[in-house]
């Protein structure tokens, strides 16, 4: 399949930020691939369609929202009646200079040539696109009114991917949750992977994106805690707490301490322990 190349220079008047055009698409197979210098955004606002690229087809159905980066060959089909599409062509200079100033924007205007984000609009978040779109469609064509639609939209959206990277499946809730125990965390990851009932590769990717933290950071925060805690309120020997949280090398449980508290641990229980008899 050939390629035809557009630009931005004979879609956009000078001056003009961007283009807003409402399509229904046809279903005839496109004979060729179009390329652009532009960034360009659409959603399906009813029906299927069907985005075809050079690595193959990607199925969109009604609420889909897609960003497209310049220098990526495309073409959209339709798939059965009216599959409607609000299209949106953005002057690169300006998504450039928005993604300076907001780098949470890159995601979805990404760099030339890289592959299309898809995201899925449900009834109401769609509902709220399309009066959007009716207030920027209506609008001169500038920066101030373009912005005025894509930072509410690029906010939201990356709220959204916030949170849901938060968000704990529940496995792995209900293990942190029991790895609080003494008789868990002594064990070390291998005591919260267990818990898990997952693989540790599968247990330690879905950490690091959703906490940020190794199953084995994450354990030893909680054997420095419950360590610090019987330094103030034990007269328990360090070793016997090393032991006792399942660290048999001082050495290491010194450093892991310091690193968590920025003292040794019997620093740390000069300055916190009160009235606490040590053993002779």
């Not at 060729?32 to 990607?58: C, K, S, V």
């Not at 059965?80 to 890159?106: Q, T, Y």
Request: glycine residues 6%; aromatic residues 8%; contains cysteine.
């Amino acid at each position: 399949m050939g390629i035809t190349e557009l630009r931005q220079s004979d879609i956009l008047a000078k001056g003009e930020q961007f283009h807003f055009s409402r399509t229904v698409l046809t279903r005839k197979r496109p004979k060729t691939l179009h390329d652009q210098d532009y960034y360009e955004l659409f959603w399906l606002h009813n029906g299927r369609a069907r985005l075809i690229t050079e690595a193959g087809p990607m199925t969109l159905s009604e609420g889909d929202l897609v960003f497209l980066s310049p220098g990526f060959p495309h073409a959209l089909q339709g798939i059965g009646d009216e599959s409607h599409i609000i299209n949106i062509i953005l002057r690169r200079k300006r998504i450039k200079d928005l993604v300076g100033r907001f780098p949470e924007a890159a995601h979805y205007f990404s760099g030339p040539k890289t592959p299309p984000v898809r995201v899925h609009r449900d009834i109401r978040h769609l509902s709220r696109l399309s009066t959007s779109a009716k207030a920027l469609e209506a609008a001169p064509r500038t920066a101030l009114y373009l912005e005025a639609f894509l930072l509410p939209l690029v906010a939201e959206l990356a709220l959204e991917a916030r949170e849901e990277s938060k968000a704990l499946p529940d496995w792995l809730s209900t293990a942190l949750l029991r790895a609080e125990d003494p008789d868990v965390f002594r064990e070390g990851a291998a005591g919260l992977v267990a818990l898990c009932g997952k693989a540790h590769a599968h247990v330690a990717r879905t950490m690091q994106a959703r906490l940020d933290q190794t199953p084995s950071e994450y354990i030893n925060a909680l054997r420095m805690d419950y360590a610090a805690r019987q330094l103030k309120g034990t007269p328990d020997t360090l070793a016997e707490i090393a032991d006792e949280i399942g660290i048999h090398n001082m050495s290491h449980f010194h450093r892991l301490f310091r690193a968590r508290f920025g003292m040794t641990p019997r620093q740390y229980r000069v300055k916190h322990q009160k009235g606490v008899v040590q053993p002779v």
